[in-house]
């Protein structure tokens, strides 16, 4: 393992932005839940990988809390109902990925009582082994609520070298989104515990809270809940320099230790596992509590927000629903964003719902979002190099992808790309580079997929000939089986005639002809 510091010395990444962030637009109410609304919508894939096996049928009645789906290995993640009610429909719903797509959900209407059952959890979580806390967290629906929805038991087991420390990212960078402000603000101490729950399910031997540095606030806070706790595993809170997008993964990692995460690697390989605060406060609740992933703070802001503010939002909310909360709209809205106004993706409809990756919704209106240049020519100055943040080619995958040559383009890492948004916010030819990148992505992972297919047909196409190779082998093989038993048969037969012949010619007294 290398040998580095962690949080002793801030580093820096390659490229990033000095961003207004515009964030206490949104902090100046404390936190409140959002209303139940009349229906929950709820996608039963709510996390990179496949979705868990569906354990409900239409007209079941179900407390908070009971599962909806069953996961069947770390990469599936199950959802839970958020509160008591009926299930009144199993359908394809919407959903913000891709914009305007739709997927298979449950659609739940709550009774009003708002029961739950609270699921099996461990009495002791410091005497529980490391497996059985992953599984709780598993069972639990844990995915990454930053935004990213990773299954969390998958990042957490699997064949990794030991790992050296916990990082927890609370360093949220991008403008307008402010719910981990908000949540590291008001429930530190379940941020400190969920780290401590996870620290012990990886073994971690430190843990290092990152939050930018125009939080002082949170810094006291946590430094507070901190001190309050058993210091069984040490927990640092260090402060980094607020600069787009530190908030990545692999970005908060190289400030950290001035590490960078190999190319086709993990920050397993380097001893570390990088989660978000949320995510630690929703393994403090689902371990200790008992209560799992069924809400989470969504940041609802914008210009064209009547009162910014950071709702506790049920999952399975309608984005109608959160914006009706917040006072409604300053007037009429020309888009709707899911997280931020650099890497959030516009949505088709204010009919999608929140699930566990919904960290923020954006309103923007048509002064906000009119493009004041056309696009023009891309005159390879640089800018987009000077700024891209994962040591990319910009301007060079852009010209591969415009003539459709993708091949080249994943060649030059296009899968490398984090979308955060720099490379265009800085293109003086307006170029929407990251509208680029992800049609890229999707065409390459559309041929993947058809490759996979094509390969799946071959496979079966050979292993059907052999099949039928080894069938006309096999009947071969019996036919002339089949066949020396009738020549052996014959050969029998003439023996024993033989053999008459022969007894006949003793009892004539004659010769049998054979010597005797």
Not at 93 to 99: D, L
Request: aromatic share 2%; glycine share 10%.
């Amino acid at each position: 393992m290398a040998d580095f510091d962690i949080g002793n010395q801030l580093h820096r990444f390659p490229g990033g932005l000095k961003l207004r962030h515009h964030k206490q637009i949104a902090c100046r109410e404390p936190l409140r839940p959002a209303p139940l609304p009349s229906r929950l919508v709820l996608p039963l894939a709510q996390h990179q990988g496949p979705a868990g096996e569906l354990l409900v049928e239409v007209g079941d009645r179900v407390a908070g809390g009971q599962p909806l789906t069953r996961a069947r290995g770390d990469r599936e993640v199950p959802i839970h109902a958020p509160t008591s009610g009926t299930v009144v429909g199993l359908d394809d719903v919407e959903v913000a990925w891709p914009p305007g797509g739709r997927a298979p959900g449950v659609l739940l209407e709550p009774d009003g009582e708002d029961r739950f059952d609270r699921s099996d959890r461990p009495a002791d979580w410091k005497s529980e082994a490391p497996d059985a806390l992953i599984e709780c967290l598993r069972t639990g629906g844990l995915a990454g609520l930053g935004g990213a929805m990773f299954p969390t038991a998958a990042k957490l087991r699997g064949p990794f070298p030991p790992i050296r420390a916990l990082i927890l990212n609370g360093s949220e960078c991008e403008p307008y989104i402010s719910c981990d402000e908000m949540l590291m603000r008001e429930r530190p101490a379940a941020i400190v515990e969920g780290a401590r729950i996870l620290a012990r399910a990886i073994g971690a031997e430190e843990v290092v809270i990152a939050i930018e540095d125009q939080m002082g606030a949170v810094r006291k806070e946590l430094n507070a809940a901190i001190r309050a706790t058993d210091p069984d595993v040490p927990v640092r809170v260090v402060q980094v320099t607020t600069i787009y997008p530190e908030g990545g993964e692999k970005q908060l990692i190289q400030v950290l230790t001035g590490q960078e995460v190999p190319h086709d690697g993990l920050p397993q390989d380097l001893g570390l596992v990088c989660l978000n605060v949320a995510t630690a406060a929703a393994a403090r609740d689902i371990v200790v509590d008992g209560r799992p992933v069924v809400e989470r703070i969504v940041t609802v802001s914008g210009p064209g927000i009547a009162r910014p503010c950071n709702l506790v939002a049920r999952l399975g909310t309608p984005v109608a629903a959160l914006i009706e909360a917040a006072g409604g709209t300053t007037g009429p809205i020309d888009r709707l964003v899911l997280g931020g106004p650099m890497s959030g993706l516009p949505l088709a409809s204010d009919r999608v719902t929140i699930t566990k990756g919904s960290n923020c919704i954006l309103a923007l209106r048509q002064e906000d979002t009119a493009r004041r240049q056309p696009v023009m020519p891309c005159i390879n100055c640089g800018e987009c190099v000077r700024v891209c943040p994962a040591s990319l080619l910009p301007q060079t995958l852009f010209k591969h992808l415009a003539a459709e040559d993708y091949e080249e383009a994943r060649d030059l890492n296009l899968f490398d790309c984090i979308e955060c948004g720099c490379c265009a916010h800085v293109c003086p030819s307006h170029i929407p580079l990251v509208d680029h990148y992800r049609h890229g992505k999707g065409v390459l992972r559309e041929r993947g997929i058809e490759d996979a297919r094509a390969e799946l047909a071959r496979a079966r196409f050979e292993a059907r000939e052999q099949r039928l190779t080894e069938r006309e082998a096999e009947r071969q093989r019996k036919r002339e089986q089949r066949e020396r038993k009738l020549r052996d048969a014959d050969a029998a037969k003439d023996e024993v005639r033989a053999a008459i012949e022969r007894a006949r010619a003793r009892a004539r007294g004659g010769s049998t002809g054979d010597g005797e």
